[in-house]
């Protein structure tokens, strides 16, 4: 697709677009399903082939998997081909000894369950979504082995491990030739923790890098710049909003401004300059955007087809935004 660029998953065949979509808000079951299958459709014609999600995904949690199968099934099957589909377990599904976190009874049940709800035989990539702090690395490593070998997904994935763990998950799976294909981690101008870990681990295991929250839970689009007004329709203001609130908005508000200002000086839109940022940043394969609207999913994806930033900008954002 012409504007969008792709790039080599660490050391495999699999390449994935430079901006792809995540289904982790705005596909529940409340969400309006003409424009979830509008936003679906943009993708693919913008070249976005790369679709995440998880189990735990909605609200309810389900729910985005339930809406993106069905949207599969009816209107977009003869795609399938063309799309890698990711999904993850690992976070609280039911009440019970096996709903949650490493067992190999719950991510084999929990990857079941999935394909189910997304009328699927198989998953592109299936990841463990967090590790566990009590159940033995070997047994999610095997888990996640026999998941490959049954044909239920094609590639595996780690999602927010420590760099240590990281390195020990991937030895125990390259020893099995199951290589992991993906780490998933939280990474933006404002978090720049994964720097220090986890980027230089999946370089070293030969893995690639996907991040999440590119835009701070929509910080970096600006539009919490008065933290004392926030819009009435902003994820700040939800309920079920786990990781954005009023008092992160004002935390961050100064260094939100800054920001704002190094983008209106270098003439460049401030949700593009952080995802164009993410993408010149080493070892990044692939950023992960959420989209309410098509506008909002176009808006991110042209960051894919622009010229590099300069240098004295890159540097700029570098000091700007480093950890202490």
């Known amino acids: 697709m012409p504007g969008m660029k792709y790039r080599r998953c660490g050391r495999s065949g699999v ?25 679906i459709g943009r993708a693919l014609e913008l070249g976005i082939c790369h679709f995440d999600l998880a189990d735990n995904y909605g609200p309810p949690p389900g729910s985005a998997e339930e809406r993106f199968g069905d949207l599969l099934q009816h209107e977009f099957a003869c795609h399938r081909d063309e799309m890698f589909i990711a999904t993850k377990a690992g976070h609280l599904m ?30 592109d990539v299936f990841y463990h979504h967090r590790p566990d702090p009590e159940t033995p690395i070997e047994e999610t490593v095997e888990a996640l082995v026999q998941i490959v070998r049954s044909g239920k997904a094609l590639y595996v994935g780690l999602s927010k491990y420590p760099p240590a763990l990281f390195n020990r998950a991937c030895t125990l799976l390259a020893e099995a030739h199951v290589p992991c294909l993906l780490h998933q981690f939280r990474y933006n101008l404002l978090d720049r923790a994964c720097e220090t870990g986890m980027l230089p681990a999946a370089k070293d295991q030969g893995a690639g890098n996907i991040v999440f929250s590119p835009l701070a839970q929509g910080m970096l ?7 004392a007004d926030l819009p009435a329709d902003s994820r700040a203001l939800r309920s079920d909003s786990v990781f954005l609130d009023g008092d992160k908005v004002a935390a961050e508000a100064a260094r939100v401004a800054r920001l704002q200002t190094i983008a209106a000086e270098a003439g460049i839109p401030l949700t593009q300059l952080a995802l164009r940022w993410l993408l010149q940043r080493n070892g990044v394969t692939s950023v992960l955007i959420g989209a309410r609207t098509v506008a909002q999913l176009e808006d991110c994806a042209t960051a894919a087809d622009q010229p590099r930033l300069n240098d004295e900008l890159m540097a700029l954002l570098n000091q700007e935004t480093a950890t202490s």
């Open 15 to 39: 390449l994935l677009p430079e901006i792809s979509l995540g289904l982790w808000h705005n596909f529940g079951e409340s969400d309006d399903r003409a424009q979830n299958a509008a936003i």
């Open 94 to 123: 039911w009440q019970g000894p096996y709903g949650d976190w490493g067992s190999r009874k719950h991510l084999i049940a929990g990857l079941n369950q999935s394909l189910r709800r997304m009328k699927l035989d198989y998953v």
């Open 221 to 227: 689009t600006g539009k919490y710049l008065n933290s």
